[in-house]
């Protein structure tokens, strides 16, 4: 997880400066600087014997990028590290924006051979016709169903739909929020 430590203000959580980011149009910049730090470190762990998998959130504006699925495999390229192994995480809300160019670019990118997830799924408006329609291998359970499901029989009712819904459908499930 991206982390920035400003000199003034001590640490500063993505929940802080993500929004600025998608503000100012800098989202682009930061997600490459990631995904290019995440890659390399990566492949550094997999040079010495690590078999680790790395993943990455993917703003709206880098799916709506021409040039999004470009930067996506030169980094790979770059850091050699094995595209399998690199999951680009969606939020439904960024598919929902431009479903028609979203899909294409989605599509693009699990030709490279990276795996695309669905972040913080149950949260937004999406229509499930169009999970079926997305080249995704995992769908990730919003935290916020997670850590009340213990004491909402209603988010507890959420999770396990969610949880046939993707086994219906052939797809990982990452629950976020378990810790």
């Known amino acids: 997880l991206v982390r920035w430590h400003h000199p003034q203000f001590g640490q500063v959580f993505p929940d802080e400066f993500i929004p600025l980011a998608e503000r100012t149009s800098m989202i ?32 709206m504006r880098n799916l709506l990028d021409d040039d999004f699925v470009g930067i996506v495999s030169r980094a790979l390229t770059v850091s050699g590290f094995p595209p399998h192994k690199l999951t680009l995480e969606i939020t439904e809300t960024s598919v929902m924006s431009d479903t028609a160019r979203t899909v294409e670019v989605l599509r693009r990118l699990a030709a490279l051979g990276v795996r695309l997830s669905v972040d913080d799924f149950g949260t937004g408006y999406s229509s499930l016709s169009y999970l079926q329609q997305l080249p995704v291998e995992e769908i990730k359970i919003d935290q916020l169903f997670v850590r009340e499901m213990a004491d909402d029989p209603g988010a507890e009712a959420i999770v396990r739909s969610v949880l046939d819904l993707a086994r219906n459908l052939g797809l990982r499930v990452v629950a976020e929020g378990v810790e």
Request: glycine residues 6%.
């Open 28 to 59: 682009g910049e930061l997600t490459v600087f990631v995904l290019n730090e995440a890659l390399e470190e990566a492949a550094r762990w997999h040079r010495d014997g690590h078999d680790w998998s790395v993943s990455v959130n993917v703003a």
